[in-house]
């Protein structure tokens, strides 16, 4: 069905847009110190609902994300297709959740010594 696959697209479009403008907005709420969670939490559960419209796609299609419980590095278990790790914020990749991280984790040394 091309149509499916069609909208999946498009979805996967207004996801991504509207994913960085959660981020923008995040980031001047943080800049202005007007913090408005109902404004972040509308925005995240107009977000979730275009994943569940996405996963019924998927499940349609037979392309979805591969079974089984992927675990981040910093041990949390991640729910399918996760982006990012709800314990710690890594980003784990789309559609890959036991994907390494490319960004590594800088362990501060030890600053103080008396
Ligand atoms: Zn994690």
Known sequence: MGLLRRERRSLL?????KVAELGGLTVEMYRF??????LLQERCAELVGIEA???DIDALLGT???AGAA???CGATLRSGAQFCSNCG???G????????DDTIVERPPTRDH
């Open 64 to 66: 979805g994300p591969a």
């Open 71 to 73: 675990r981040c590095s």
């Open 90 to 92: 890594r980003t784990v």
């Open 13 to 17: 479009s207004v996801h991504a847009s």
């Open 53 to 55: 419209r996405l996963a």
């Open 94 to 101: 789309t559609g890959g959740a036991d994907r390494a991280p």
């Open 33 to 38: 110190g007007s913090w408005r969670s109902y």
